[in-house]
């Protein structure tokens, strides 16, 4: 196991991302939230597209798990692949200063043998650790057999097929930390350190936390939602 991978055990990562149509979107703030993140204590940064990433990088010398997300505003990203879907993705994020790549592993619109080999080409060419984006126990059987470094549950709920709930995949986590050998990053609707908590004492390696921590409107949005059903509730 890499010195990198180790580094990150019993860790919070801090994923770091900001759409166009979002108010904190831009790499100088993405770099502000990263160093924020350190700051308070993170092992590691998941950041995505090559300016952000490189940004992040003159800031901290944290480890950065970098993903290249790849649609426009008609692409269903329940039906496509669109987290670091080729080489050449990943090359870029790499270049931009990425220690491990994270990818979507798995196999919607493709065949497996794609996969294999995508994982193959970017631990050869490219020399970092493979990070495996997955939505079910299947996809991260596959995906350890294919030789990633970490198997990540970033996916569970954003797959027309996999378990769609509310709250984080701890099922899943449980599964693949009895089914395969490599480190497992718990990473998808983590709302609450009662979660971060039990994600661990499920075996995770590792926890991934975004909205929670990084996007103010969601956050917002939650506190807001559950006053306005309080007070529905209570008008009633």
């Known amino acids: 196991m890499s010195k990198i991978i180790n580094n990150l055990k019993h860790g919070v990562v801090v994923s770091c991302q900001a759409f166009e149509n979002e108010p904190l979107y831009g790499s100088e703030i993405m770099a502000k939230m990263a160093k924020a993140a350190e700051l308070g204590g993170a ?75 995508l994982i193959s080409r970017i631990k050869n060419e490219l020399n970092v650790p493979v990070m495996a984006d997955i939505s079910t126990l299947e996809e991260g059987i596959y995906a350890d057999a294919f030789g990633a470094d970490i198997i990540s549950t970033t996916l569970s709920g954003y797959t027309n097929y996999s378990t769609q709930k509310e709250g984080p995949d701890l099922k899943l986590v449980e599964d693949l930390v009895s089914r395969t050998q490599k480190p497992i990053n718990a990473e998808g609707r983590y709302w609450t350190i009662e979660q971060m908590i039990e994600a661990f004492e499920r075996g995770a390696w590792m926890i991934t936390i975004g909205g929670a921590i990084t996007r103010p409107h969601l956050i917002t949005k939650r506190f807001a939602d559950v006053l306005e059903k309080y007070i529905k509730n209570k008008n009633s």
């Open 43 to 117: 092992k590691g940064i998941r950041s995505c597209w090559p300016g952000d990433i490189r940004a992040i990088r003159r800031i901290t010398g944290l480890p950065i798990i970098g993903i290249n997300k790849i649609m426009d505003e008609h692409t269903d990203i329940k039906e496509n692949v669109i987290i670091t879907p080729d080489f050449e993705s990943a090359k870029s994020i790499k270049e931009a200063g990425a220690d491990i790549i994270a990818l979507d592993c798995t196999n919607r619109n493709r065949d497996w043998d794609t996969v294999k080999r």
